[in-house]
């Protein structure tokens, strides 16, 4: 089993920036890769941003160039830095980790409002 807990989510004004951090424990020598997804109120859950155990990342192209996702993979942790922040972001950003099984986790959300 792997357990996900998240911190770092608030609420923010437009432009303004949040760090949300991601840390896993349990049987994290299966992880194969890392991300963030984020779910709106009335809209499906959509990635935001990965990175697998090689360092290779991906980005939904609503947040090219405005969100960095990294890894700690010392402290089995994962970041997304959230620059330039728009009213659009606002959603429940859900930490996802992938297995090398297929099998998908998710840590319990956390809150992004970004006031306009």
């Known amino acids: 089993q792997l357990q996900l807990v998240e911190s770092g989510g608030g609420l923010v004004q437009d432009g303004g920036s949040l760090r949300l951090s991601c840390s896993a424990s349990g049987s994290i020598w299966r992880i194969i890769s890392m991300g963030w997804y984020r779910q709106a109120p009335g809209k499906q859950r959509e990635l935001a941003a990965n990175?697998?155990?090689?360092?290779?990342?991906n980005y939904a192209d609503s947040v090219k160039g405005r969100f960095t996702i990294s890894r700690d993979n010392a402290k089995n942790m994962v970041y997304l830095q959230m620059n330039s922040l728009k009213p659009e972001d606002t959603a429940v950003y859900y930490c996802?980790?992938?297995?090398?099984?297929?099998?998908?986790?998710w840590g319990q959300g956390t809150q992004v409002t970004v006031s306009s």
């Open positions: 996802h980790v992938r297995t090398y099984r297929g099998l998908d986790y």
């Open positions: 990175i697998t155990n090689g360092g290779s990342t």
